[in-house]
């Protein structure tokens, strides 16, 4: 047998029980495997790229975003030039790896991040409460046509944005900010339609945080019918009025607000125009709460929690831990997905939409994976996960990566201890403080004209085209 093929026999051994040990902490090995058989995709024909490979390098490209595809796997494949003396830093060309993530595609990532995520239970922290948070934001991708017709771009005043867009809302546990689930759409898709499939993972006892854009009767109505409570910022031109025998300056009053729901074909009646009614008005009581911070505007919030057992302090300062998800937000797109001087800032790397998807699913894993080590660190220690640092614990996940990859089985334990310790040591430097940040940007504008699709980079002898003289 030849080299070539004698490598290509040892690897197709090694990627089919391919893990990454030092993401392996709570059992993301398993779960691996059970979303690679529940999608069909465990068996494969003989190949170096396995689908466990592949997984795993699929959750590991958000992780080294600053590298490139190639590069990424020749570092998952470290530890095993060890064993393979001949194993080459790239064992594979482009085109292999391109066909190995097409033969994998979306559902074996989505199934895995799905499976994985139903283990988060948060701990009930405010008052006998389990606390989340639910946001979106906004992803981008390179310029692309086909990335352009599946997600399109972002539609303002100014023109359309430089890249297409891919919006994702998030329910996040506020304890440990990992997602309990996501959901992705085009850019145009309203937040509050997006996150009605995430409701089905609340149950009594579940407090959650609303930005003042959830604000929607309706929204409440599906949130209370999950048996969950809600605690969000109302907007500015919502009025209320308090119900009898309670004023407004009392900053914490009772009141009605209306919640438009279908009827149930059954109980249709007649409108006042001789029509059928298909809606129905449905009255709802809430708790509302005005607070003011000196230097600040003032602040009303809504919530369901209507008992006085519960001090409205409490509650104003809770929902300040709505930022929570806002700074997990930032570690994924800024800190995780941080691209290399030069090189086009997108949070995703795919051309194709299908890969996208695949690289927007992974993207989440990998966080939830990291956050789950830290997590697990804390628990040892006894200390809160908010007081480590999400970089530093990355640097420490990068940095102790091929060191588990090429050790010896008998020293993973030892090193999972170690990796654990350097996460407890990565606490954050300047600890959380009250503090108060301006919404302002430094550079605003650009002096250059906008960049269109013919403005391409071109290809001339500058030896023939130059001329001496006026």
Request: proline fraction near 5%; glycine fraction near 6%; aromatic fraction near 8%.
């Amino acid at each position: 047998m030849s080299i070539i093929g004698t490598i290509r026999e040892k690897l197709s051994h090694y990627s089919k029980h391919f893990t990454v040990e030092a993401l392996c902490g709570d059992g993301a090995d398993r779960f691996i495997d059970e979303a690679l058989k529940h999608t069909g995709r465990g068996k494969q024909r003989q190949s170096p790229l396995q689908p466990k490979l592949m997984m795993w390098l699929t959750i590991s490209l958000s992780i080294f975003r600053h590298e490139s595809i190639p590069a990424v796997l020749a570092r998952l494949l470290t530890g095993l030039r060890d064993f393979v003396v001949s194993l080459p830093l790239r064992p594979v060309d482009d085109d292999a790896l391109a066909h190995a993530r097409n033969r994998l595609g979306v559902d074996p990532v989505r199934e895995f991040f799905r499976r994985h995520a139903s283990q988060i239970i948060p701990p009930a922290t405010f008052h006998g409460l389990c606390v989340y948070a639910l946001d979106g934001t906004q992803l981008t991708m390179p310029d692309t046509k086909e990335n352009r017709k599946i997600f399109g771009r972002v539609k303002t005043f100014r023109g359309r944005a430089a890249f297409p867009q891919l919006k994702m809302v998030a329910l996040q546990d506020i304890y440990s900010h990992r997602f309990r689930d996501v959901i992705f759409r085009r850019w145009k898709t309203p937040e509050r339609t997006m996150s009605l499939p995430l409701l089905r993972h609340l149950a009594d006892g579940a407090l959650v945080l609303l930005d003042r854009g959830f604000y929607a009767a309706w929204f409440f109505g599906m949130l209370r019918a999950q048996r969950s409570h809600f605690l969000a910022r109302v907007p500015a031109f919502v009025k209320f009025r308090p119900i009898r025998g309670m004023s407004k300056k009392s900053g914490d009053y009772l009141a009605w607000i209306e919640v438009r729901t279908s009827a149930p074909l059954p109980e249709k009646v007649q409108g006042p125009m001789g029509r059928p009614r298909i809606h129905q008005r449905i009255g709802m009581l809430v708790r509302v709460i005005h607070y003011h911070v000196r230097g600040f505007k003032p602040v009303r919030l809504v919530t369901s929690l209507l008992g006085r057992e519960i001090p409205a302090v409490d509650l104003a300062l809770k929902y300040h831990d709505r930022w929570e998800i806002e700074l997990a937000l930032d570690e994924l797109k800024t800190h995780q997905s941080g691209t290399a001087q030069g090189t086009l800032k997108t949070i995703f790397r795919s051309h194709r939409p299908r890969n996208v998807m695949q690289e927007a699913f992974g993207l989440v894993a990998a966080y939830n994976l990291i956050r789950g080590a830290m997590v697990q660190a804390a628990a040892r220690h006894g200390i809160d996960p908010k007081l480590l640092s999400f970089v530093d614990s990355l640097r420490a996940i990068e940095h102790m990566l091929p060191r588990m990859r090429a050790a010896a089985t008998v020293r993973l334990c030892e090193l999972h201890d170690q990796l654990l310790l350097d996460l407890v040591r990565s606490l954050i430097d300047r600890p959380r403080r009250h503090r108060r940040y301006a919404r302002v940007v430094k550079v605003k504008m650009s002096n250059f004209k906008l960049k269109r699709p013919h403005h391409r980079q071109k290809y001339f002898d500058i030896r023939e085209r130059i001329r001496i003289g006026a």
